[in-house]
């Protein structure tokens, strides 16, 4: 059976480049042994902490080894089982390696449902990127109706929806984002109440200011950097920020001098927490029947930006850092 295989050449210095990928196509047997499972990979997520696990550095998920398949969130097609947890025909989602086809022994990987929701919607609203919106912004954040919230990264996988929770939730929402096409997006799809775009704002201060003329409780962090400084200028008093990412120095190859935060957490009795998804397992359950509930009522729409075919894969983990995506950005293979 022929197998195509992305693996990581070599580990990327500054912003990955396609050197950084080596393409693998095989003729192999793929023979299903007792308890397995043989996968038919449908979707791919591409996610920015997949550049973290490019690095040989210790962090909360391991290193990818240089050499070996990538892997991240798949969407795949069960062809044939000697497993008795699934059948053929079977949708599973779950962390898998970029592979056309592959053998697993089902640990780890969930049935889903065609019917219930198009199958790529595990990758984004019902997947991952859904699930930190709303534990990253409820556990968190704590909001309260009429407070404000402000969420950077905001037209993207995470921002799209946390920006759509806080509205649901009775919050002032304001997103900053790279381009105006994303900020009219967030206003006029998504109901955010006011839209920044950094790349064309000089005094990032002066505008959240504006944009939140009540000052600034809750923030959820998705890129770091310059713009959460800003941030931090506009909180208030017991103000929550959720660190959930910081894009803008995922490709750094020092570590960033950043401004004393201190200061601000002291005068505004605020808490600055990092968030990561996989702490909060044990709420997925929760998590996607509130997501699907409000997308059911139709309160909660999603976007994707969809690439199709296998060889792109790689070119599209690398658009992250481009601003390329609206929404989750899935491959189709
Ligand atoms: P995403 O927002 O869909 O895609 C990345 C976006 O980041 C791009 O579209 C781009 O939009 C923006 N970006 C790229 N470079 C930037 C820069 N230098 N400064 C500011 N913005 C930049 O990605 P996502 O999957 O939703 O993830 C968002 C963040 O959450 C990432 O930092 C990710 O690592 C993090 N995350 C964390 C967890 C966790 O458990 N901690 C889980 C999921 C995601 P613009 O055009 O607006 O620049």
């Not at 790689?314 to 491959?331: E, S, W, Y």
Request: hydrophobic letters at 40%; glycine letters at 10%; proline letters at 4%.
């Amino acid at each position: 059976m022929i197998t195509e295989t992305i693996l990581l050449k070599q580990r990327p210095i500054g912003k990955p480049k396609l050197s950084d990928f080596e393409f693998l196509k095989e003729d192999t047997d793929l023979a299903v042994k007792n308890g397995d499972i043989l996968l038919d990979t449908i979707y791919i997520s591409v996610d920015p902490y997949l550049r973290g696990r490019m690095n040989d550095a210790k962090s909360y998920i391991p290193p990818f080894e240089v050499g070996k398949p990538i892997s991240s969130g798949l969407v795949a097609k069960v062809m044939a089982s000697k497993n008795d947890h699934f059948n053929e025909g079977d949708y599973v989602s779950g962390m898998l390696e970029w592979k056309t086809k592959q053998i697993s022994t089902g640990e780890g990987l969930i049935k889903i449902d065609k019917n219930s929701a198009p199958l790529s919607a595990y990758l984004g609203i019902l997947g991952m990127t859904g699930f930190t919106a709303y534990l990253g912004l409820t556990e968190i954040g704590k909001p309260k109706a009429g407070e404000t919230l402000v969420v950077s990264g905001a037209a993207g996988a995470v921002g799209t929806v946390v920006g759509q929770i806080g509205k649901i939730l009775g919050l002032h929402v304001v997103g900053i984002a790279g381009t105006d096409e994303k900020t009219e997006m967030l206003i006029s799809e998504f109901g955010f109440d006011h839209a920044i775009n950094y790349n064309t704002t000089a005094n990032m201060k002066d505008a959240i200011k504006k944009a939140c003329p009540n000052g600034v409780d809750i923030y959820f962090d998705n890129v770091g950097g310059p713009i959460s400084d800003a941030i931090l200028f506009n909180i208030n008093k017991f103000a929550r920020m959720i660190i959930c990412g910081a894009i803008s120095v995922y490709n750094n190859t020092e570590i960033p001098q950043s401004m004393s935060v201190q200061p601000f957490l002291i005068k505004n009795s605020a808490l600055m927490q990092g968030f990561i998804i996989f702490n909060y397992a044990d709420k997925f359950p929760d998590a996607i029947k509130q997501l699907s509930t409000w997308l059911g009522e139709g309160k909660l729409t999603y976007k994707e930006t969809i690439v199709e075919g296998f060889e792109n894969t790689p070119q599209a983990f690398m658009d992250l850092f481009n601003g390329k995506n609206k929404g989750k950005m899935i491959v189709k293979v």
